[in-house]
């Protein structure tokens, strides 16, 4: 049975930095794409950070670019998420996310990842 179980989460004060990490079981973690996606109060799901099964290549929002990284040991099957200088804006519920497939709209030029599994979730809340 595929698992994602988070942790890391908890209350630190603007500026802070909080080191989110991700447990996973139950498929070829090497193999696959993973984002961490949040979803903050009263706010849909933003995806926050992907990277690819061989960690070569990254994504970031806007919102969080230079502040936050993605990383992965395949060895241990986790993923990682390292956030630096938080805001009060970075207060959400950070799940992981294991994506299942990946298509490409050539119209678009854009690529789309579904997510099959989700992790139940840590809560990261940055305040004084």
């Known amino acids: 049975e595929v698992q994602l179980v988070e942790s890391g989460g908890g209350l630190v004060q603007p500026g802070g930095s909080l080191r989110l990490s991700c447990a996973a079981s139950?498929?070829?973690?090497?193999?696959?794409?993973m984002s961490w996606v949040r979803q903050a109060p009263g706010k849909g799901l933003e995806c926050v950070s992907t990277?690819?099964?061989?960690?070569?290549?990254?994504y970031y929002a806007d919102s969080v670019k230079g502040r936050v990284t993605i990383s992965r040991d395949n060895a241990r099957n986790t993923l990682y998420l390292q956030m630096n200088s938080l805001k009060p804006e970075d207060t959400a519920v950070y799940y992981c996310?294991?994506?299942?497939?990946?298509?490409?709209?050539?119209?678009?030029?854009?690529?789309?990842?579904?997510?099959?599994?989700w992790g139940q979730g840590t809560q990261v809340t940055v305040s004084s």
């Open positions: 996310a294991k994506v299942g497939f990946i298509t490409y709209s050539s119209e678009s030029g854009m690529y789309y990842y579904g997510y099959d599994y």
């Open positions: 990277m690819h099964s061989a960690g070569g290549s990254t």
């Open positions: 139950g498929f070829t973690f090497s193999d696959y794409v």
